[in-house]
Nanobody, 124 residues
Framework: QVQLVESGGGSVQAGGSLRLSCTAS????????MAWFRQVPGMLREGVAN???????HYDESVKGRFVISKAGRKDTWSLQMDNLNNEDTAIYYC???????????????????WGRGTQVTVS
């Protein structure tokens, strides 16, 4: 059974930085997608960034140039470095993963099978 666990959330002032990490346990498959999503209460969950199995990176336009998704040295661990944070980045952040089923992973929630419980990021 796959489980994803996020860490690294917290509170930060506008302009500051945070780094989130996600660690997966269980077998994800030989070619899998790694991603970060976020959700504000009352709003739809939205994709932030993802890594395709071939290491191609994708970002939502709202975070390009400020956020960086990367694989950590440890297998089945990935991170989200968030710089120059602003109030609109306040949300619960979720990591997600799934086996690759299309040409690329994408940032649509329905393409991801496994989800973490989320970690709160608050920018004030």
């Amino acid at each position: 059974q796959v489980q994803l666990v996020e860490s690294g959330g917290g509170s930060v002032q506008a302009g500051g930085s945070l780094r989130l990490s996600c660690t997966a346990s269980g077998y994800l498959g030989s070619r899998y997608c790694m991603a970060w999503f976020r959700q504000v209460p009352g709003m739809l969950r939205e994709g932030v960034a993802n890594i395709d199995p071939d290491d191609t990176l994708h970002y939502d336009e709202s975070v390009k140039g400020r956020f960086v998704i990367s694989k950590a040295g440890r297998k089945d661990t990935w991170s989200l470095q968030m710089d120059n944070l602003n109030n609109e980045d306040t949300a619960i952040y979720y990591c997600a993963s799934s086996a690759l089923t299309h040409n690329s992973c994408g940032l649509a929630t329905h393409r991801y099978r496994y989800w973490g419980r989320g970690t709160q990021v608050t920018v004030s």
